[in-house]
């Protein structure tokens, strides 16, 4: 259980996923291609996201049942590199990155290691901007119909990376925001069902951006429920490379 919640955060910005198919949609057809780019463009125009060359975002991690708290800080910046670290009140701190070439993990459990696989994809598709180049990142993408989601439609695209399982992701059928996520995030490359709900979108700096994300945890035993709270982003401050480059030890 330490190890999962430890991992929750990276499964928000990128990951590989699988989930049941939904029912077919009554309402007038739109390509998944055409799904993804409206809900792309609802968090704000390009040229706003180009214009943020780094982000550091910092919150708190909660899986209340479990009686398990902490922080997380996500650091981010182009091209491509990311770093979260996880603390977590008795399990210890959990740092996993991506310096634009290599992707590591530290965690207490099994140490340094070295990210490959659809671990190593993932992490190459957590960058700044990347739900805007979402066609650079997966071989296959369709539409799935409709779900309710929140007693809303929403549209369902699946979306299937070049390595890794496939996404499925959930957007308002109004308004086109993002509305769920679900996902098989890989841990030491075991599988870790994974839904996301994120919502509290704020406008920083002319982009949305979620500032709470539950997140339900599929086992055997049952869900675990996560929450994110995001207290504050900043973004285009300085970060050294050498932030996300993989620890000797």
Same mark, same amino acid.
């Given at each position: 259980?330490?190890?999962?919640?430890?991992? /929750?955060?990276?499964?928000?910005?990128?990951?590989?996923?699988? #989930?049941?198919?939904?029912?077919?949609?009554? +309402?007038?057809? $739109?390509?998944?291609?055409?799904?993804?780019?409206?809900? #792309?463009?609802?968090?704000?125009?390009?040229?706003?996201?180009?214009?943020? +060359?780094?982000?550091?975002?910092?919150?708190?991690?909660?899986?209340?049942?479990?009686?398990?708290?902490?922080?997380?800080?996500?650091?981010? +910046?182009?091209?491509?590199?990311? /770093?979260?670290?996880?603390?977590?009140?008795?399990?210890?701190?959990?740092?996993?990155?991506?310096?634009?070439?290599?992707?590591?993990?530290?965690?207490?459990?099994?140490? $340094?290691?070295? /990210?490959?696989?659809?671990?190593?994809?993932?992490?190459?598709?957590?960058?700044?901007? #990347?739900? $805007?180049?979402?066609?650079?990142?997966?071989?296959?993408?369709?539409?799935?119909?409709?779900?309710?989601?929140?007693?809303?439609?929403?549209?369902?695209?699946? /979306?299937?990376?070049?390595?890794?399982?496939?996404?499925?992701?959930?957007?308002?059928?109004?308004?086109?925001?993002?509305?769920?996520?679900?996902?098989?995030?890989?841990?030491?490359?075991?599988?870790?069902?994974?839904?996301?709900?994120?919502?509290?979108?704020?406008?920083?700096?002319?982009? $949305?951006?979620?500032?709470?994300?539950?997140?339900?945890?599929?086992?055997?035993?049952?869900?675990?429920?996560?929450?994110?709270?995001?207290?504050?982003? +900043?973004?285009?401050?300085?970060?050294?490379?050498? #932030?996300?480059?993989?620890?000797?030890?």
């Amino acid at each position: 259980m330490n190890r999962i919640v430890c991992f /929750l955060t990276l499964a928000i910005w990128a990951g590989a996923a699988a #989930a049941q198919p939904a029912k077919s949609a009554k +309402k007038p057809s $739109l390509t998944a291609a055409q799904i993804m780019d409206r809900g #792309a463009a609802v968090l704000g125009p390009k040229a706003a996201w180009d214009r943020i +060359k780094t982000t550091v975002m910092a919150g708190t991690i909660e899986a209340k049942a479990q009686g398990l708290s902490g922080t997380v800080v996500v650091k981010a +910046k182009r091209p491509g590199r990311f /770093l979260v670290e996880q603390t977590i009140k008795g399990v210890g701190t959990t740092r996993q990155g991506y310096d634009g070439k290599v992707g590591w993990s530290k965690d207490p459990e099994q140490g $340094l290691r070295k /990210l490959t696989g659809a671990e190593l994809s993932a992490a190459q598709r957590a960058a700044i901007g #990347a739900h $805007l180049e979402w066609r650079k990142y997966f071989a296959k993408w369709e539409r799935a119909g409709t779900k309710k989601i929140g007693g809303r439609d929403a549209y369902v695209v699946r /979306l299937s990376p070049k390595i890794g399982r496939m996404t499925i992701e959930y957007y308002d059928a109004k308004t086109f925001m993002p509305v769920r996520t679900d996902m098989v995030t890989e841990v030491a490359g075991l599988p870790v069902p994974i839904e996301i709900y994120p919502s509290d979108f704020r406008k920083v700096d002319g982009v $949305l951006m979620p500032f709470k994300m539950r997140q339900r945890v599929l086992q055997s035993s049952g869900p675990v429920e996560v929450m994110v709270r995001i207290g504050s982003v +900043k973004n285009n401050g300085p970060i050294p490379d050498t #932030a996300f480059a993989m620890p000797k030890q």
